[in-house]
């Protein structure tokens, strides 16, 4: 049978080889009937996967108490005890036994209608469970079929995953193809970080694949291909190797400094949303987060989220960062990351939140609570005025309540704020330069072309120049934290230019840190200085 491509959009780069593991069934599958006389063993199945699953969380649960962390427990107890509940249990019963579902399928559906069912509820709160239950149903499903995150070493099909998911699942699978999904969906962001190709967006067809069918993911192509040609087999297991020993080498390099050769020190933290994410950056050498992204678990919500709610999701975060520089960004909702209350809105970050002075008083409070055992620094999304700078450390000296002041910063995203970055940067501790939304702006592409789009061009470089003189000339450090951070051709020009930081996704820290550790900072800064002195004034579409 000859080689077969399933197109998709890319949403997390990477080449892989694997066996195919199917978590989800397309709907034709679904609908495929139990024999009566073997429904009430495959009844049995599913109540032992919901019992298994309720054991493994217990343990996750017991093991945050035995830590101290008994807020977050509470949280996964709740988990457990719909893993219990008696109407669960019935619905399940009922497909099974009654419509003649699969296990798998029943606790899908079952999980689903509960799910729904919270989603309509006037509670925020409760409503917001929704998202839980199904993360539920998708975890039981998985032990139905008799797949564990331990076991998870091939290629995962799927109709759709989670953020929580995709972390559990990436410290063993090879990458993630997914019928449904979008390039800035949170479990791509994960992936992304995380340095697990995934592509979204193929359609029902995949979830036709057979467990066990030997195919190959271009998560750069933005395909799955099945019965691979033994050419695309070798090619992919080759880039497999080269990142296992990249990697390896990272995490075996991770005490060296991040310093050019002639002494130019600077520090390279990581970009994050998930433990996952920290744990990685952490192993290949990270000092720190210097963009913690606070919004993308909250994107499903129907109401600004409550200040325990985000301390609970930061404490799991911060846990392993104690005494480390971590950034919090302010929930950066608008745009492409709107969730359903905000629906219509035309503001983005910092406007939107200080139309809602209580909820953005609500996440301060929530950042400096579980913020108090690391080096703590928040960070203002789309800011561009000094006003807006001034009204967030107003919010922040209000919930206080004497504890020490975190440094406060500005990200320098758009062509406004890089124009007036002196004016701001007198007002902030520290600046921060988004170069993928700056990029965006600047050159007018949408946010998906931009990730692609060379920040070299002549027009953005300068911006970036700019906002680097007017921090140095405030006496304050600057990052990036853009994709051009890790960009082999742009690194070297940022570093050359007087950033002080680099925040990359956490499986590029270690790649980053060796590049550093290739420069000679006096010819970087040579080069740079240089070519943006040759460049005419109408250079609008040079690049480097």
């Known amino acids: 049978m000859g080689e077969r491509a399933l197109r998709g959009v890319s949403a997390a780069p990477g080449v892989a080889f694997g066996k195919a593991v199917v978590l989800d069934r397309s709907s034709a599958q679904d609908t495929e009937l139990i024999a009566p006389a073997a429904r009430p063993a495959e009844l049995e199945r599913a109540r ?20 101290g962390r008994h807020e977050e427990a509470d949280i996964i107890e709740t988990s457990v005890m719909m893993a219990g509940d008696p109407g669960l249990e019935a619905t399940v019963e009922s497909l099974v036994m009654q419509s003649g579902r699969t296990a798998a399928a029943a606790l ?6 509960s799910a729904q069912q919270l989603a309509q509820l006037a509670d925020p709160v409760l409503a917001e469970r929704a998202d839980d239950v199904r993360s539920l149903g998708r975890r039981a499903a998985a032990r139905a079929n008799g797949v564990t995150p331990g076991d998870v070493s091939g290629i995962v099909i799927a109709g759709s995953l989670g953020p929580a998911d995709v972390a559990e699942i990436a410290m063993h699978a090879k990458g993630v193809a997914l019928a449904g999904g979008g390039v800035t969906a949170h479990a791509a962001i994960v992936a992304r970080s995380l340095g697990v190709p995934m592509v979204v967006g193929i359609g029902a067809a995949v979830l036709d ?19 691979p040609g033994p050419s695309r087999v070798a ?9 296992r020993v990249a990697r390896q080498n990272a995490v075996k390099s991770k005490l060296e400094p991040a310093q050019t050769k002639d002494g130019h020190r600077l520090r390279v933290l990581a970009n994050a949303a998930s433990v996952a994410e920290v744990v990685e950056a952490l192993e290949q050498g990270a000092e720190g987060i210097g963009l913690l992204r606070t919004e993308l678990l909250f994107l499903d919500s129907q109401a600004w989220p409550e200040q325990a709610q985000q301390a609970n999701f930061l404490r799991l975060i911060l ?7 971590v950034t919090v960004r302010l929930l950066d909702f608008g745009g492409d990351k709107t969730p359903p209350f905000l629906r219509g809105a035309t503001a983005r970050g910092i406007e939107l939140l200080l139309e809602a002075p209580e909820a953005l008083k609500a996440q301060i409070a929530a950042i400096v609570e579980a913020g108090a055992d690391v080096q703590l620094r928040i960070l203002i999304p789309m800011v561009t005025s000094p006003a807006q700078v001034t009204a967030v450390r107003r919010a922040l000296e209000s919930v206080l309540a004497g504890r020490p002041s975190p440094e406060v910063g500005a990200m320098i995203e758009t ?15 520290f600046l921060s330069i988004g170069t993928n939304d700056l990029t965006q702006l600047v050159l007018g592409l949408d946010r998906e072309h931009s990730k692609s789009a060379p920040v070299t061009d002549v027009r953005v470089m300068r911006l ?3 906002t680097v003189r007017a921090a140095h000339a405030a006496r304050i450090l600057v990052d990036v934290c853009g994709e051009s951070a890790s960009d082999a051709v742009a690194m070297p020009i940022l570093v050359g230019l007087g950033v002080d930081e680099l925040s990359v996704a956490a499986a590029r820290v270690g790649e980053v840190r060796q590049w550093i550790r290739g420069l000679d900072f006096a010819t970087s800064r040579g080069d740079s200085e240089r070519w943006l002195l040759d460049q005419p004034a109408d250079a609008a579409g040079k690049r480097l």
Do not use: C, N, W, Y
């Open 235 to 243: 090619a992919a297991r080759a880039e497999a190797e080269r990142r």
């Open 319 to 325: 846990a392993p960062l104690t005494g480390r520089v």
């Open 48 to 67: 032992h996967s919901l019992v298994m699953v309720a054991t493994e969380l217990e343990q996750i649960a017991l093991g945050l108490r035995e830590s």
């Open 464 to 466: 970036i120049a700019s």
């Open 209 to 227: 694949l057979e467990d066990g069918e030997e195919v190959v993911l271009d998560g750069d192509g933005g395909a799955l291909f099945r019965h």
């Open 415 to 429: 062509p406004e704020a890089a124009r007036g970055a002196s004016e701001i940067a007198k007002v902030s501790d």
């Open 108 to 113: 899908i559906g079952a999980t689903e209608e």
